[in-house]
T-cell receptor, first 109, second 114 residues
Framework: GQNIDQPTEMTATEGAIVQINCTYQ??????LFWYQQHAGEAPTFLSY??LDGLEEKGRFSSFLSRSKGYSYLLLKELQMKDSASYLCAGMDSNYQLIWGAGTKLIIKP | DVKVTQSSRYLVKRTGEKVFLECVQD?????MFWYRQDPGLGLRLIYFSYDVKMKEKGDIPEGYSVSREKKERFSLILESASTNQTSMYLCASSHATGVTETQYFGPGTRLLVL
């Protein structure tokens, strides 16, 4: 079956770095997405990886290893506004997104 | 900027009522989706559409139907609402441009069925 696993909750300190991991099993693979969702709001697109390696976009970076079925989202210089849920989603061979349950990130001062 | 709007942010309905959730996007996207989001679960796809008048079942279509009469509008219908359909409903849209089909979401409708 298809499955996305990510931690339920993480806590980090303002100004620090945090890495949110995601492992995936999909029928075929057409890329891995990360979305951010603040409480009560819609998910918003953060990153897309389809090739192995690290993609950097400002304070946020996303990494993919297709051989390991693994991705992570790296957030640097954490700010209080980064407190949100981070959703990992794999795209299968039918271009359908398989979603993880999300990782709730709590930032402490 | 892509804008996806949903007709209501909060809705309270009674068991057995017919419920309509409307979604409109203004970016001429071909693809539109309806998801539900429940605590501890990933987004689950209810229905999607790749074109006007076209619809495909997602993972959990039972108890729901959809309508896409115009490209910009995708409606979700709960034929006879039940308490287990209490949830957050999210609409999304994307271009049909191959693998990088980034989905853009509406603000969501939180539905409570009593």
């Amino acid at each position: 079956g298809q499955n996305i696993d990510q931690p339920t909750e993480m806590t980090a300190t303002e100004g620090a770095i945090v890495q949110i991991n995601c492992t995936y099993q999909t029928s075929g693979f057409n890329g891995l997405f990360w979305y951010q969702q603040h409480a009560g709001e819609a998910p918003t697109f953060l990153s897309y990886n389809v090739l192995d390696g690290l993609e950097e976009k400002g304070r946020f970076s996303s990494f993919l290893s297709r051989s390991k079925g693994y991705s992570y989202l790296l957030l640097k210089e954490l700010q209080m506004k980064d407190s949100a849920s981070y959703l990992c989603a794999g795209m299968d061979s039918n271009y359908q997104l398989i979603w993880g349950a999300g990782t709730k990130l709590i930032i402490k001062p | 900027d892509v804008k996806v709007t949903q007709s209501s942010r909060y809705l309270v309905k009674r068991t057995g009522e017919k419920v309509f959730l409307e979604c409109v996007q203004d970016m001429d996207h071909e693809n539109m989706f309806w998801y539900r989001q429940d605590p501890g679960l990933g987004l689950r796809l209810i229905y999607f559409s790749y074109d006007v008048k076209m619809k495909e079942k997602g993972d959990i279509p039972e108890g729901y139907s959809v309508s896409r009469e115009k490209k910009e509008r995708f409606s979700l219908i709960l034929e006879s609402a039940s308490t287990n359909q209490t949830s957050m409903y999210l609409c999304a849209s994307s271009h049909a441009t191959g693998v990088t089909e980034t989905q853009y979401f509406g603000p969501g409708t939180r539905l409570l069925v009593l």
